[in-house]
């Protein structure tokens, strides 16, 4: 006998809701393991959202005009054809009114789309509780101020999150969590891969409570460790004067962003006669730059035999697709030669070098062919072949490998939606043997949701007892900066780390950053742009 499908229940205030919603429910449908069963509708006579003020509708509208090529999920549409077919029941004032007949229906989750507040409610009525999707602490339905406040004061990052209200572990608490890059030109531009976020990680939790049973809720409580924040209704809509004074300000910061957009970014190359497992300060770093009309960055190093080689993303600014080259250098780090070792007909970066069994492979970044592909030197070091495909069809960027406790551990940035950033949330996959196409997902998937922490920045390794896994923050702006972050824990069923520390290409005014940092026996090698 197979598995049961998970019976949903959701509220909505009507057939009209943002495009999201429709997303969201499309996700359900489209999977036979999940299934509708109850429509909840909010009648309420006086609606809970809270209105916008005038100056900002125009405000919106602009946006909107502006960044009509975009797909809007605050846009409204039907979602009939979505519901069709489902049982809808209503209430007026107070969920409580219908609580016995909700029960009936032995719901696993009930998912709170409408702009009904059920703060405080301490209702039983679906196994995993009621989830509401808040953004900044708000329901997306009602208000997005908070945000709001956020691109007008330039806070780097907007925090989402699922929050579950009672169920079977009778407590209210956060179920997930991501942190996604403020875009300090467009409210617009910062909204709308938020709400994309929420149909991507509502969908997730669904099929992962079919796919791993009851306790995989309570997991990411463990793993959250997180009480649930009562909605901030305070944080209200600032006055028309102070909107039409802010309008200017965002509008000032969108003209600087498209002039300074228009120039070509160069990444180089720094690095250092010494190993160093953490990158510090900038000290007894040389430069190591670029021909004209190129740029040279993720670098991965191998010091073999007094030379030093580096093998690097170049980028030729006349294609706009990258290939992978090879740095070769003495002990005293001068460049004696470079040259091109591996193309393809799609970009290439990311050269991610490993030692296995005496051999070299070679893991580069093959995202826009939608593949992971795993490459072998037939000759040290600039011939190589390719051996297989680890995963296909899937769109992974600066994929890691780490082996550890006789296991491959496999680190890489995937975007799961078009709406969202391919530097927000990090996957985590393991297998017994290298040569594998079955790559277990961890249960945990994504392990990080976190514009500043996700996507890898080189080789992950020991020192001492500690491993410790490099990683970008692209918070403000794409490879800002480098985090070192100790792992403590991995296996299975969990994986956790903490932030170490934090290198910031700050040591000269034309530098906006860091993304690529690896060392050797007697090398350390970093890209600044």
């Known amino acids: 006998m197979g598995k049961e499908t998970v019976k949903i229940g959701i509220v909505l205030d009507g057939l009209i809701a943002p495009l999201w919603v429709d997303e969201l429910l499309k996700r359900i449908n ?38 009509w090529n975009f797909t809007a999920y605050t846009k409204k549409k039907d979602i009939s054809d979505e519901i069709k077919d489902v049982v ?47 953004v900044e602490y708000q329901n997306p339905i009602r208000t997005n101020s908070n945000l709001y406040r956020k691109v007008v004061q330039k806070e780097p990052v907007v925090k989402a999150s699922v929050k579950c209200i009672n169920g079977i572990y009778e407590t209210t608490s956060v179920i997930y969590s991501s942190w996604l890059a403020t875009n300090f030109h467009s409210v617009f531009l910062t909204y709308n891969p938020v709400l994309a976020l929420g149909a991507v990680s509502i969908y997730r939790l669904l099929k992962g409570i079919y796919l ?14 997180e009480r649930a924040v009562h909605e901030c209704i305070s944080g209200l809509w600032p006055g028309n004067w102070t909107i039409f004074i802010n309008f200017f300000k965002i509008l000032s910061r969108y003209t ?31 430069y190591l730059l670029p021909p004209i009309g190129k740029f040279w960055a993720d670098p991965f190093v191998l010091s073999k035999k007094n030379k030093n080689y580096v093998f690097i993303e170049e980028l ?51 995202s826009q062919n939608k593949t992971i592909e795993l490459y072998k030197c037939v000759k040290f070091p600039e011939k190589w072949t390719f051996v297989m495909t680890l995963m296909d069809e899937v769109n992974a960027k600066d994929t890691t490998l780490y082996y550890y406790r006789n296991k491959w ?67 403000e702006r794409y490879g800002k900066a480098i985090n070192i972050n100790q792992i403590v824990e991995l296996d299975e069923l969990s994986f956790k780390e903490i932030p170490v520390t934090k290198f910031e290409a700050n040591w000269n005014s034309k530098l906006k950053g860091t993304h690529t940092f690896n060392f050797d026996e007697n090398f350390t090698v970093i890209d600044v742009y």
């Open 30 to 67: 489209n999977d036979h393991h999940l299934e509708i069963k109850l429509l909840v509708f909010c009648q309420r006579k006086r609606s809970n959202r809270i209105k916008k003020p005038f100056l900002y509708r125009i405000y919106e509208a602009m946006e909107h005009m502006l960044f």
């Open 88 to 134: 809808n029941i209503s209430f007026e004032e107070d969920i409580k009114e219908i609580s016995m007949v909700i029960q009936a229906y032995r719901l696993d989750v009930i998912l709170n789309l409408s702009s009904y507040l059920f703060e405080g409610s301490h209702l039983y009525i679906a196994k995993h509780g009621v989830w509401n999707y808040c």
């Open 212 to 225: 791993y049973g009851d306790h995989y809720i309570e997991s990411f409580t463990l793993k959250y460790n």
């Open 256 to 286: 600087q962003h498209k002039i300074t957009t228009q120039s070509k970014t160069k990444w180089y190359l720094m690095f250092k006669l010494k190993s160093t497992p953490f990158p510090k300060a900038i000290n007894g770093y040389k």
């Open 316 to 366: 030729p600014f006349k294609t706009n697709k990258g290939y992978i080259s090879l740095l070769e250098l003495d002990k005293s780090g001068s460049l004696l030669k470079s040259e091109r070792i591996l193309e393809q007909p799609y970009h290439m970066s990311y050269p991610f070098v490993f030692e296995y069994q005496n051999e070299y492979y070679m893991l580069p970044e093959t």
């Open 409 to 475: 551990w496999m680190f890489t940035a995937i975007n799961e939606s078009s709406g969202n950033s391919e530097h927000l949330e990090l996957f985590l996959f393991y297998s017994d043997q290298l040569f594998s196409k079955q790559w277990i997902p961890h249960i945990q998937n994504p392990i990080v949701s976190d514009i500043r922490n996700a996507r890898s920045a080189g080789k992950i390794f020991k020192d001492g007892d500690n491993i410790y896994r490099p990683s970008q923050d692209c918070s």
